[in-house]
């Protein structure tokens, strides 16, 4: 894994007017690719094939409960600090908006920059550093199996608010391919909730709609990662009623097909 930071931008300072929950888009990505492939260990991810033809790949377990378990402390300690912002929907100049405001409720933290930002003692790092490693392992896969990816992507702590039915209404993460721009190709979460997590009481689950095909609905117990195209797969989270933590990733195409598209 390359220390490359590539925000076009410099991350903003941090505001203490009480409003930092709902300032700004994440945008900020970097490079993913690995310089040897990994040797650490992976549980492989189901049916692959699933996310060229638009429907999910979903992996149980796909890592040990003892990092999802600091994963999430991470994601609250974060959280604690002021770290995480509200969600927007889209978000990209020129990226048609389809969607109300309205229709999501949840706030996120760009690892690449709110997280970085945050004083150094907060939360856990090294839990950050060992799923960027594995993440990129992904990455390397994804690229080899699926669609060529390029190096960059773009990754967020999510946060639903159980108390007051955080979800995030039906969407499509990559709505139109835009010219120049390093559209968003792969769709990754990773669940970081409990493991009594109870979709009967909790609400929270994941509903994917996969065209020509019968709805699929993910249980977000922590540990499962579901993979899928940005461009294809129209999916929702549903109401919550506890809170529901998650990380959020897209990888995005290179600059090879930027030009080309
Ligand atoms: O929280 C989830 O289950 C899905 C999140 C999502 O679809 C997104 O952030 O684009
Ligand atoms: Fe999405």
Redesign the pocket.
């Known amino acids: 894994m390359t220390d490359n930071v590539t925000s076009a931008k410099p991350p903003s300072p941090k505001k203490s007017n009480g409003n930092e929950r709902v300032q700004k888009h994440k945008r900020s990505r970097r490079s993913t690719r690995r310089k040897k492939k990994g040797k650490r260990p992976m549980t492989p991810i189901s049916s692959l094939d699933a996310v060229l033809k638009g429907e999910i790949s979903v992996t149980k377990q796909w890592i040990l409960p003892s990092l999802v378990e600091r994963l999430r402390f991470d994601a609250k300690a974060l959280r604690d600090a002021n770290a995480f912002t509200q969600?927007t929907i889209g978000g990209r100049v020129g990226e048609k908006q389809t969607m109300k405001q309205s229709k999501r409720l949840?706030e996120?933290c760009g690892l690449f920059d709110d997280a970085v930002n945050a004083p150094k003692d907060v939360g856990d790092s090294n839990a950050r550093d060992t799923i960027m490693s594995l993440i990129s392992d992904l990455h390397a896969t994804l690229d080899e199996q699926v669609t060529p990816l390029g190096d960059e992507m773009e990754l967020?702590y999510?946060y639903?608010p159980g108390d007051d039915e955080g979800f995030?209404g039906i969407?499509i993460?990559q709505q139109e391919r835009i010219l120049g721009k390093a559209n968003r190709i792969v769709?990754m979460?990773l669940?970081l909730n409990e493991p009594d997590w109870n979709v009967d009481t909790d609400g929270?689950s994941?509903c994917a709609y996969p065209e020509g095909k019968s709805p699929v609905t993910?249980d977000?117990l922590g540990g499962t990662l579901?993979v899928f195209h940005s461009e294809k797969l129209i999916?929702?989270?549903r109401p919550t009623k506890r809170d529901?933590w998650?990380l959020?990733g897209?990888f995005l195409e290179g600059s090879n097909k930027r030009q080309k598209t």
Do not use: N
């Open positions: 969600s949840s996120c967020q999510l639903y995030y969407h993460d769709s979460v669940y929270g994941l993910v977000p579901v999916h929702e989270a529901r998650a959020v897209w």
